[in-house]
T-cell receptor
């Protein structure tokens, strides 16, 4: 069975603070993909990053960085120098392996509020 | 701007009404999805179409009827819904490739209220 756990339901920070969103996953597959999505109040789910199970290199994109560790089954997301516009619900997700249409298993999401 | 367009943005319908949700994408994606999202919960998969054929139906009640008229369009026909069906309905698309998993691109969703 696939499972994604985001233990932090809500996080509140002050602008310019760094914040890390935790994601722990369970899967029996050796090949899998992990994703992070952002959902602002407008409702759209915005794709942020995809990482496959064979690539443990960390990635940085501007103020965003991701730390993938297979040994602990974690795929954590850090926002550096947070801004008010970062306020949103963030979902970590895992693919269930099929090629004809993808099944995403989502975590419960973390509501991030960045206060001015 | 999102590349997956959903209409309408908001919909209020009675339990005896028939309505349809529409989704359109022009990214050349050949997989399209319907998700349902309740407040403060993650999206739940309802249906997947791959190359215009229904490939996944997550045991969704028959009052929800999907349709994929062509590779760019996806509809969700609604009939005899219940108040608990009120939710945000999200459409998504992706490019299915053997051995790879392209990310899903989501639309802004339709907020449905059943009265």
């Amino acid at each position: 069975a696939q499972k994604v756990t985001q233990a932090q339901t809500e996080i509140s920070v002050v602008e310019k603070e760094d914040v890390t969103l935790d994601c722990v996953y369970e899967t029996r597959d050796t090949t899998y993909y992990l994703f992070w999505y952002k959902q602002p109040p407008s409702g759209e789910l915005v794709f942020l990053i995809r990482r496959n199970s064979f690539d443990e290199q960390n990635e940085i994109s501007g103020r965003y960085s991701w730390n993938f560790q297979k040994s602990t089954s974690s795929f954590n997301f850090t926002i550096t120098a947070s801004q008010v516009v970062d306020s949103a619900v963030y979902f970590c997700a895992l693919i269930r392996g099929e090629t004809s249409g993808s099944r995403l298993t989502f975590g419960e999401g973390t509501q991030l509020t960045v206060n001015p | 701007d999102t590349e997956v367009t959903q209409t309408p943005k908001h919909l209020v319908m009675g339990m005896t009404n028939k309505k349809s949700l529409k989704c359109e994408q022009h990214m050349g994606h050949r997989a399209m999805y319907w998700y349902k999202q309740k407040a403060k919960k993650p999206p739940e998969l309802m249906f997947v179409y791959s190359y215009e054929k229904l490939s996944i139906n997550e045991s969704v009640p028959s009052r929800f009827s999907p349709e994929c008229p062509n590779s760019s369009l996806l509809n969700l026909h609604l009939h005899a819904l219940q108040p608990e069906d009120s939710a945000l309905y999200l459409c998504a698309s992706s490019q299915p490739r053997a051995g790879r998993y392209s990310p899903l691109h989501f639309g802004n969703g339709t907020r449905l209220t059943v009265t």
